[in-house]
């Protein structure tokens, strides 16, 4: 019932902006990895460069498997590539390898919407988790309160989702800047790194926007 209620409408733009992002960030991908950077730089080799300029000697790089999984964990200081990042010399290898380098920087600078984020992940992954099982029970029993709470817990993952944004696109604009002062790629090739970058933000917003409408329609269930 609740999957197939009126409201699911209220999600299609989402839907179809998430789509097209998916699509975008693989295309687009696909179009820079064929495109050597000047320098001939893998991703590791400039990741570390640019830890090393900002004197961030301590953060570790290691190479994980799967594609475009490439993350920073605040918590371990450990950058991981996926193996196309860590030995592609692409322009897409460095965008992205230095697109997480510029995560942390964020961290080392106290960057305060991504300290905001970490601190608030453990209370958006337990609101994500009770959400929407408490809400369907409080929905079913025609338990107001049930609903509300559900709806609070609901809230908080997308704060979470707002909040990520800023962080990501702060995260891109300190790599482009990096690349360019760095000269591991050179003008023209920084405009297409933004190409990669900005097309991964895709996802962000799309996800942003998912949870926005989801709420939006919890919210429009309770009320009828």
Do not use: C
Not at 138 to 152: A, D, E, K, T, V
Not at 165 to 176: G, H, I, K, M, T
Request: proline share 4%; aromatic share 12%; glycine share 8%.
């Amino acid at each position: 019932m609740l999957l197939f209620d009126w409201t699911f409408i209220l999600l299609i733009p989402a839907i179809i902006l998430a789509i097209y992002a998916q699509s975008k960030v693989s295309s687009t991908y696909r179009k820079y990895s064929r495109v050597p950077a000047s320098s001939g730089k893998t991703g590791a080799e400039v990741a570390r460069g640019i830890l090393d300029r900002n004197g961030l000697y301590n953060i570790d790089i290691k190479v994980i498997p799967g594609s475009l999984s490439d993350n920073y964990n605040p918590r371990t200081g450990v950058i991981s590539l996926s193996k196309d990042i860590y030995y592609g010399r692409s322009i897409s290898a460095l965008g992205i390898a230095s697109h997480e380098v510029g995560h942390a920087i964020q961290h080392a600078k106290n960057y305060s919407a991504l300290a905001f984020r970490n601190g608030f992940f453990p209370v958006a992954n337990f609101g994500s988790k009770l959400a929407f099982p408490l809400f369907i029970i409080g929905l079913f029993m025609r338990i107001p309160s049930l609903m509300n709470i559900g709806i609070l817990f609901f809230s908080a993952a997308v704060i979470f989702q707002l909040i990520t944004l800023p962080v990501e696109f702060n995260a891109s604009s300190r790599a482009l800047k990096q690349l360019n002062n760095g000269g591991y790629l050179i003008s023209n090739e920084v405009g297409y790194a933004k190409k990669v970058l900005d097309a991964a933000a895709l996802t962000y917003i799309a996800a942003s926007l998912m949870a926005v409408l989801q709420l939006v329609r919890l919210l429009a269930l309770r009320e009828r």
